[in-house]
């Protein structure tokens, strides 16, 4: 019997054991005229119960459901995402159960552990095959914001972006001129001493867009500035100048702080003591300027800033006084503090 049907999960312990079959010829036929219409008759019933039935899927099973014989599966019905509901319950016939083992396998111990696993896939699952692509999408496209979020510091620089901007500093420190080797002097100094206190307001005017790559990426600014300097130590006890600069921002992505480097020039009235006879000071009323700083910036927002860092400051009549009288010059250095604030409306470049 088992050799005529070819049963693809034998169990011993389940399968029916009757009396001993003669191999004559007429008994073996007797047999399958009996057994062919009980297996058609088996067949109609599972697939008319297959129609009218609901599906299950797999990710409705309980853990307490999957140990429940009833909803024990045949290998072959296994399938991704849904089974079919199981059908009647077999008849107690020890024929009709033998053709009821065709079709519907018995879980056994044996039988268990040679049923193939399946992946059990969920419906609306992100990355599976039943789910939506519009799920997929929006996925991927968190995760591409989160490995490149918008620049925000292409809010803050960029082209024609117009700014106003107050520095004040404060200069105690005096050195020598710090291009004497090009004038060929010897970077010498003389005993008169100065501090200066610059107060300097200003035009900013961004005239790139963030540019470049790695340390250098950044953009540029020009500077027109009006400034008023007061000298609480030295002979002279004020300075009036017009200066003209330009500044580049290291600009990287979404920093907060920004470093920045600068040069500015301009030329400018101070009262000159020389001519009244006060050594080692200046030569004449009408003098130039140059400053060069460095620092950095931080953005409080897309409008205010402020900023900080160390500024050089010189003071000359480029000779202009000469050979009647000498041209010592001032040069000091010290902090320089600043605060900035957008003029016009905003700028959405990372959008």
Not at 179 to 194: E, I, Q, W
Request: glycine letters at 10%; aromatic letters at 12%.
């Amino acid at each position: 019997m088992r050799g005529a049907f070819g049963l693809s999960h034998r169990c011993d312990k389940l399968q029916p054991r009757g009396k001993s079959l003669t191999r004559s010829s007429k008994l073996m036929m007797t047999l399958l005229i009996m057994l062919i219409p009980l297996v058609l008759r088996a067949q109609s019933e599972r697939s008319s119960t297959s129609d009218s039935s609901k599906s299950i899927t797999i990710s409705q099973l309980t853990p307490a459901d999957s140990e429940d014989p009833k909803f024990s599966l045949a290998p072959w019905a296994t399938v991704a995402g849904s089974v079919p509901a199981p059908a009647d319950p077999l008849p107690s016939d020890p024929l009709t159960n033998m053709a009821g083992a065709y079709i519907y396998p018995a879980k056994c111990a044996c039988s268990a552990s040679e049923q193939p696993s399946t992946p059990q896939r969920q419906q609306g699952v992100p990355g599976t095959e039943s789910g939506s692509s519009d799920g997929g999408v929006k996925a991927s496209g968190l995760i591409a914001e989160a490995k490149n979020p918008p620049d925000r510091n292409l809010d803050i620089y960029y082209r024609n972006r117009r700014e106003f901007s107050l520095d004040v500093g404060w200069h105690p420190v005096n050195i020598p001129f710090i291009y004497d080797f090009a004038v060929g002097d010897s970077y010498n100094m003389t005993p008169l001493k100065y501090t200066l206190v610059p107060i300097i307001a200003s035009l900013r005017w961004h005239v790139t867009n963030v540019g470049w790559r790695w340390i250098f990426r950044g953009n540029m600014d020009f500077t027109f500035s009006g400034s008023i300097t007061a000298i609480p130590r030295g002979p002279e006890t004020h300075y009036y100048s017009f200066d003209f600069g330009i500044r580049r921002n290291f600009v990287y992505r979404n920093w907060k702080v920004v470093p920045f480097f600068e040069q500015r020039g301009g030329a400018g009235i101070i009262n000159a003591k020389e001519p009244l006879g006060v050594l080692f000071s200046q030569g004449q009323n009408v003098t130039f300027t140059y400053n060069m700083g460095a620092g950095a910036r931080y953005n409080i927002d897309s409008k205010y800033s402020f900023s900080a860092g160390l500024n050089y400051m010189h003071i000359s009549n480029g000779y202009l006084s000469e050979p009647q009288f000498t041209n010592y010059g001032i040069n000091v250095y010290g902090p320089m503090f600043g605060f900035d604030v957008r003029l016009g409306k905003p700028h959405h470049g990372s959008q």
